[in-house]
């Protein structure tokens, strides 16, 4: 297992209900591809939305956040971490 | 006090020792800002490097980063997070 941080932009005005929405979303999709979202942070402002998971990979990733009807614009592999 | 995800383009190639002497750099100077860097994620393959930092406003995040040498190119206020 790797961990990744996913980007979402455009997502202005993005309201606290709305972030907990989506990442419930992904929490109930996440085990059938044995990802693991484990945080998520949002700017309303700028729309950036960024999410920490484990997973085995980054189409693994998108796949679940595809399915959860928020596709991510970028996936990085982040080894490593301090 | 705010939390803040900041953001590297360019590290590529980025090794763990150097991540780890560029956190020290933040932590021996954040005080003076009164910042805090919480955690940092880097991907070597496309030089993204991310930090999370709790502090009072963006500017200072940045002057951090700025006298350890390492200026960030985006860095987002995340009132939200999950």
Chains 1, 2 share one sequence.
Do not use: N
Request: net charge negative.
């Amino acid at each position: 297992m790797a961990q990744f941080m996913d980007v979402h932009h455009g997502m202005t005005g993005i309201t606290p209900d709305q972030l907990a929405e989506a990442h419930d979303a992904d929490l109930s999709l996440e085990k059938e591809e044995d990802v693991h979202f484990q945080h998520a942070w949002a700017d309303p402002a700028s729309g950036e939305v960024y999410c920490l998971s484990e997973a085995p990979s980054a189409e693994a990733v998108q796949r679940v956040h595809e399915r959860a009807g928020h596709r991510a614009d970028e996936i990085h592999e982040v080894p490593l971490s301090i």
